[in-house]
T-cell receptor, first 107, second 114 residues
Framework: RKEVEQDPGPFNVPEGATVAFNCTYSNSASQSFFWYRQDCRKEPKLLMSVYSSGNEDGRFTAQLNRASQYISLLIRDSKLSDSATYLCNTGGFKTIFGAGTRLFVKA | EAQVTQNPRYLITVTGKKLTVTCSQNMNHEYMSWYRQDPGLGLRQIYYSMNVEVTDKGDVPEGYKVSRKEKRNFPLILESPSPNQTSLYFC?????????????FGPGTRLTVL
């Protein structure tokens, strides 16, 4: 089992839709988690961090379920500009990234 | 402007020809790291550094070397590149080697080894 696993997608959704991604992790000692957004082969950029049960920023909500060892990212009212790959990451110095989930938002 | 820079951005080379990819950050960050990204495999950590003169292996260190002589610079060295090192490379830095710090990434270096 990979240390961090994501559904690769792609997720194809219409504008205005709500979409959710999950990310499972195997190291129960992980303290913090991050969602990064990556546009086509450009550098990843931080979208949200998750330290406790969850975090919300506008249309984006991240939740952490320690018992089941997964974090989720919910995007409400999807925009065309949300089309990207979303990477899940466990924090720490020896950090692990998931392979990413691709999202396409269509008009 | 706070940033992580990498050079070169694009490089095509031949097997066995030593190369160095430079990485520099101007944010006084303690932690720096190198990743490679390949289709379907995501970002895999090559080496990381918690501070000057402190480096350690990530998940895929074979065929790579690093050094951290100054806080701002963290070069990646390929002593004898091979075609399986063709990849997209990212350097990143964060304030500290803590679980709670986000990473800031450089723009990437696309390397092709023929």
């Amino acid at each position: 089992r990979k240390e961090v696993e994501q559904d690769p997608g792609p997720f194809n959704v219409p504008e205005g839709a709500t979409v959710a991604f999950n990310c499972t992790y195997s190291n129960s000692a992980s303290q913090s988690f991050f969602w990064y957004r990556q546009d086509c082969r450009k550098e990843p950029k931080l979208l949200m961090s998750v330290y406790s049960s969850g975090n919300e920023d506008g249309r984006f909500t991240a939740q952490l379920n320690r018992a089941s060892q997964y974090i989720s990212l919910l995007i409400r009212d999807s925009k065309l500009s949300d089309s990207a790959t979303y990477l899940c990451n466990t924090g720490g110095f020896k950090t692990i990234f998931g392979a990413g989930t691709r999202l396409f938002v269509k008009a | 402007e706070a940033q992580v820079t990498q050079n070169p951005r694009y490089l095509i080379t031949v097997t066995g020809k030593k190369l160095t990819v430079t990485c520099s950050q101007n944010m006084n960050h303690e932690y720096m790291s190198w990743y490679r990204q390949d289709p379907g495999l995501g970002l895999r950590q090559i080496y990381y550094s918690m501070n000057v003169e402190v480096t350690d292996k990530g998940d895929v260190p074979e065929g790579y070397k690093v050094s951290r002589k100054e806080k701002r610079n963290f070069p990646l060295i390929l002593e004898s590149p091979s075609p399986n090192q063709t990849s997209l490379y990212f350097c990143a830095s964060s304030l500290e080697a803590s679980s709670y710090n986000e990473q800031f990434f450089g723009p990437g270096t696309r390397l092709t080894v023929l």
